[in-house]
T-cell receptor, first 112, second 113 residues
Framework: GESVGLHLPTLSVQEGDNSIINCAYSNSASDYFIWYKQESGKGPQFIIDIRSNMDKRQGQRVTVLLNKTVKHLSLQIAATQPGDSAVYFCAEGGGATNKLIFGTGTLLAVQP | DVKVTQSSRYLVKRTGEKVFLECVQDMDHENMFWYRQDPGLGLRLIYFSYDVKMKEKGDIPEGYSVSREKKERFSLILESASTNQTSMYLC????????????FGPGTRLTVL
């Protein structure tokens, strides 16, 4: 929504640069992780997911890295474009819960 | 493409009113979810349903109820709206286990005066 970007950590990058958005997850038993993108006025859209038996997964211009040792997840966006400007959420699931737990999000601002 | 639609994009209600938020998905998904989204708090799960007439409480069910009479439709009900329920409400659906990718609707921005 329009006000989702308020009070969020912000990453500002130049168009064409690579972006890295980080996420610390909370449950060491989580075994499924997703990144979502939310543009202003829209609902979250799936970008990429990864299961805990993998360290890395690549999509089109995006890569997700999972470090289970330190419970850290990152999303790398190559050659960032103005259309990548949005709030990015990570979510974790698995373990004792059948629900996804969402992070608070990071606002990516792409400067032309 | 999966489509999740929500009945209203913007809604303004008064304190004490009964409010219905409707969500419909067209991909025959078993699971449906209602979240609220507030600045700085991310998405918080209110209720979810993994089958018709089945429901489970999420993390913040107080003040809300849900109804799932048909597989494609999941309704969120605020029995007596309060100002602290002013928020963005997001509906989502998924197939298979709850851990599969969730597809979201566009959201309903509810303001309670």
């Amino acid at each position: 929504g329009e006000s989702v970007g308020l009070h969020l950590p912000t990453l500002s990058v130049q168009e064409g640069d690579n972006s890295i958005i980080n996420c610390a997850y909370s449950n060491s038993a989580s075994d499924y992780f997703i990144w979502y993108k939310q543009e202003s006025g829209k609902g979250p859209q799936f970008i990429i997911d990864i299961r805990s038996n993998m360290d890395k997964r690549q999509g089109q211009r995006v890569t997700v890295l999972l470090n289970k040792t330190v419970k850290h997840l990152s999303l790398q966006i190559a050659a960032t474009q103005p259309g990548d400007s949005a709030v990015y959420f990570c979510a974790e699931g698995g373990g004792a819960t059948n629900k996804l737990i969402f992070g608070t999000g990071t606002l990516l601002a792409v400067q032309p | 493409d999966v489509k999740v639609t929500q009945s209203s994009r913007y809604l303004v209600k008064r304190t004490g009113e009964k409010v219905f938020l409707e969500c419909v998905q067209d991909m025959d998904h078993e699971n449906m979810f209602w979240y609220r989204q507030d600045p700085g708090l991310g998405l918080r799960l209110i209720y979810f349903s993994y089958d018709v007439k089945m429901k489970e409480k999420g993390d913040i069910p107080e003040g809300y109820s849900v109804s799932r009479e048909k597989k494609e439709r999941f309704s969120l009900i605020l029995e007596s709206a309060s100002t602290n329920q002013t928020s963005m409400y997001l509906c989502a659906s998924s197939s298979g286990t709850s851990l599969d990718e969730q597809f979201f609707g566009p959201g309903t921005r509810l303001t309670v005066l």
